[in-house]
């Protein structure tokens, strides 16, 4: 099946530096990927969608100066998390797009903690 | 708009029981509909799925029927185990649209 691949699985950091999160498609080519935010105990959260050679499109309240992302090609879509905070430690996850069956296939998650 | 309501967590059942957990939505339209499990640790993963009414999703011996006259997809398990215990999704997807709408998880305990 699709595999899709986020690196590093876990990230700890200090407040004002940069974290930045890999999302691949393995065995597939994916024109589009999900960004998502999960905070413990609760469902999921779109911070954005990912849309390979244009801009990502944000949710609303999502700021897209700090979540910076790239989907530079068709199986590698990047989060850069800049100047990070403690209220942005929680869990992100990945989910890449294929239309042939029209499915997303997620990531393992990152979890991020910053100090 | 479109949104899914899943049964508040968690659920505690001992192992074989029979497992129901309910999910509804509003969507117009003929939406697909969704299972999602996130087992402790790990990413989330497809569980099974329908896409037009009165299909039947199966996967691992869960399953769950699209009733459009009722706007469900409740999951069902005859006989639940401990390997079970996880988080579960229910989702839709708007046929006008790629992106999923997310219910706010439930988390299921089996207990030996």
């Known amino acids: 099946g699709a595999v899709v691949s986020q690196h590093p699985s876990w990230v700890i950091c200090k407040s004002g530096t940069s974290v930045k999160i890999e999302c691949r498609s393995l065995d597939f080519q994916a024109t589009t990927m999900f960004w998502y935010r999960q905070f413990p105990k609760q469902s999921l959260m779109l911070m954005a969608t990912?849309?390979?050679?244009?801009?990502?499109?944000?949710e609303q309240g999502v700021e897209k100066d700090k979540f910076l992302i790239n989907h530079a090609s068709l199986t590698l879509s990047t989060l850069t998390v800049t100047s990070a905070h403690p209220e942005d430690s929680s869990f992100y996850i990945c989910?890449?797009?294929?239309?042939?069956?029209?499915?997303?296939?997620f990531g393992p998650g990152t979890r991020l903690t910053v100090l | 708009g479109n949104s899914v309501t899943q049964m508040e967590g968690p659920v505690t059942l001992s192992e074989e029981a029979f497992l129901t957990i309910n999910c509804t939505y509003t969507?117009?339209?003929?939406?697909?509909l969704f299972w999602y499990v996130q087992y402790p640790g790990e990413g989330l993963q497809l569980l099974l799925k329908a896409t037009k009414a009165d299909d039947k999703g199966s996967n691992k011996g869960f399953e769950a029927t699209y009733r459009k006259e009722t706007t469900s997809f409740h999951l069902e398990k005859g006989s639940v185990q401990v390997s079970d215990s996880a988080v579960y999704f229910c989702a839709l997807r708007p046929d006008s649209n790629y992106q999923l709408i997310w219910g706010a998880g439930t988390k299921l305990i089996i207990k030996p």
């Open positions: 990912s849309n390979e050679g244009s801009k990502a499109t944000y």
């Open positions: 989910s890449a797009f294929t239309r042939e069956g029209w499915e997303q296939f």
């Open positions: 969507a117009t339209g003929y939406p697909s």
